[in-house]
């Protein structure tokens, strides 16, 4: 397999070691206060009587204590993990839903099993219910603040702005920590060790999941300082050609658009590249007329922020000028980025973009009933596979993403079959009675089937996919057969290869292009463009 799978940038030494100095702390702290009397007077003299609820500072300090009650902090959480994933930002989501799970499970477990009772004077309040060590808006509360500054760092917000919410998130902190203390709703020991914990598990989801957001000369070794160092001072000197890069976006599908740019502008500022061209895609021109002046320009990179087919007409273009393309992955296929492990998170992709190797990869010219020529870079479809692109609905596939593809197979069950005259290299042509015509680039669909498994995107080679069941009760055993991989024998499903394949349909029908309908045609010639393509990928 051509590696599918999201490409996850390891945690610096730093993370790590910052993460092991909390943990350690945390439980360090936890042993001390369970089991010895070490903390005991520093509670002591901490311990206050309570407020009078239904004083002024009372009623203020238990209003406080409802509004940074864990329960709202974490669903506050869960909503920010929403909008990241839908903004492409899969990392970040998946930190700050790991920040709920084990901040309010592990939390309220940890609690339990400490069984530590709450001071004798604290008063009967919603807000005081349970055991006290650790104290749960302490820990709540410090995980939602370092998960807010964590998105405010990774959206490429202000510096200024990141450290005024550095000293406002102090501030809250402190805030709760004198709220329970008035109320006596904890010992001192519990709200250090709720912010100790908090912080500990805020630092073991980042790290899992891959989330940097150390400052630079923190998280980077000298090694690393030293080489961007070096990168800086060769931008800073002059050249007759300073490296620049053209952005083609696709509007629709880029939700966050000033924070894509804001990134972008970062990334750009911070390798010492020039501010980059910026090409709108239209319903007038998808792509093709922003290559093109990116082309032009003589840019050092064309980054592709879209969908599959945003995708297509740029490589399209791309294709034998021997400029760098990488691609933003903001769809809901993306599958040339699945096959060849560019991650689907948005980081993760303008990291690929700037440090990732380039790889030569092979584009299809296809020539439509003789006289219009197209390309695609994934896969190309004739009959059923058409009519299911055609029939998707956009809203439903934006709003419930590839469960629409499958609403419309539904509809196209009954799509009758092609007859089709196929034409491998120069040997003798064949005729098909078949269902499905799909000309492969790469192998893989969505959820990792294996379609056309043997394709590969850099072997010169075209791949054919023939189905022809015999009637409807064939199809669960062929789809169950490509889906586990055991084909040998089945001689509903052919797999052929070759540089240069035709297919001519009599009757005329529909196709697609990497999951765009295309329009109908009669005959349809596919020839490889071997290595066309100069494309970033991981290292």
Request: proline share 6%; charged share 20%; hydrophobic share 50%.
């Amino acid at each position: 397999m051509m590696g599918c799978t999201m490409v996850r940038k390891l945690p610096s030494a730093a993370s790590i070691g910052v993460t092991a100095v909390l943990v350690v702390a945390t439980i360090v702290w936890t042993l001390l206060v369970v089991g010895s009397d070490v903390v005991a007077p520093l509670d002591r003299w901490a311990l206050r009587a309570a407020v009078d609820p239904l004083s002024v500072v009372g009623q203020i300090a238990t209003a406080f204590a409802l509004v940074t009650e864990p329960v709202l902090v974490y669903l506050s959480l869960l909503v920010m993990a929403i909008w990241a994933f839908r903004n492409r930002m899969r990392h970040l989501a998946g930190a700050l839903a790991l920040m709920v799970v084990i901040g309010w499970g592990g939390g309220g477990l940890l609690r339990l099993l400490i069984g530590r009772p709450r001071p004798s004077g604290a008063p009967h309040l919603i807000s005081t219910f349970g055991y006290a060590y650790p104290s749960a808006h302490m820990t709540a509360v410090t995980v939602g603040v370092i998960a807010i500054g964590t998105v405010l760092v990774i959206t490429r917000r202000r510096r200024v702005t990141q450290v005024q919410w550095s000293f406002l998130g102090l501030l809250i902190l402190v805030a709760v920590g004198v709220d329970r203390w008035l109320l006596a709703a904890h010992y001192l020991s519990d709200l250090i060790g709720g912010a100790l914990l908090g912080s500990a598990v805020a630092a073991v989801c980042l790290v899992i999941t891959g989330v940097s957001v150390l400052p630079p000369f923190v998280a980077q070794p000298v090694a690393a300082r030293a080489a961007r160092r070096r990168i800086a001072a060769e931008a800073r000197e002059p050249s007759d050609s300073p490296r620049r890069c053209a952005v083609i976006y696709n509007p629709v599908r880029v939700s966050d658009w000033p924070g894509f740019r804001r990134s972008i502008a970062y990334e750009l500022k911070t390798r010492g590249w020039e501010p980059a061209i910026w090409l709108e895609t239209t319903a007038d021109d998808p792509g093709r007329g922003a290559t093109l002046r990116a082309i032009e320009s003589n840019v050092d990179l064309v980054i592709a922020a879209g969908g599959d087919g945003t995708v297509r007409l740029v490589a399209a273009e791309l294709a034998d000028t021997g400029i760098p393309f990488s691609v933003i992955p903001a769809g809901t296929g993306n599958l040339l980025a699945k096959n060849l492990g560019i991650p689907l998170d948005q980081r993760a992709a303008m990291e690929v973009a700037f440090t990732g190797r380039t790889r030569p990869v092979d584009v299809v010219q296809v020539t439509i009933d003789d006289d219009r020529v197209d390309h695609f870079v994934v896969l190309a479809g004739i009959g059923i596979d058409a009519m299911i692109m055609q029939d998707t609905n956009p809203d439903l596939k934006r709003a419930v993403g590839s469960v629409a593809y499958f609403v419309a197979a539904a509809r196209n069950a009954n799509h009758p079959a092609l007859h089709a005259k196929i034409t491998v290299d120069d040997d003798e042509s064949f005729r098909r009675r078949a269902h499905v015509l799909v000309l492969g680039n790469v192998g893989y669909l969505q959820a990792n089937i294996p379609l056309i498994p043997d394709a590969k995107p850099d072997d010169g080679l075209l791949d054919l996919l023939i189905a022809s069941p015999r009637g409807p009760m064939d199809w669960p055993r062929l789809i169950a057969r490509v889906l586990t991989r055991h084909e040998r024998g089945l001689n509903e499903l052919e797999r052929l290869t070759g540089s240069k394949i035709r297919i001519e349909v009599a009757e005329g029908e529909h196709f697609e292009l990497d999951g765009d309908a295309a329009g109908e045609l009669h005959s349809m010639t596919a020839e490889i463009l071997p290595g066309a393509l100069q494309i970033r990928v991981p290292k």
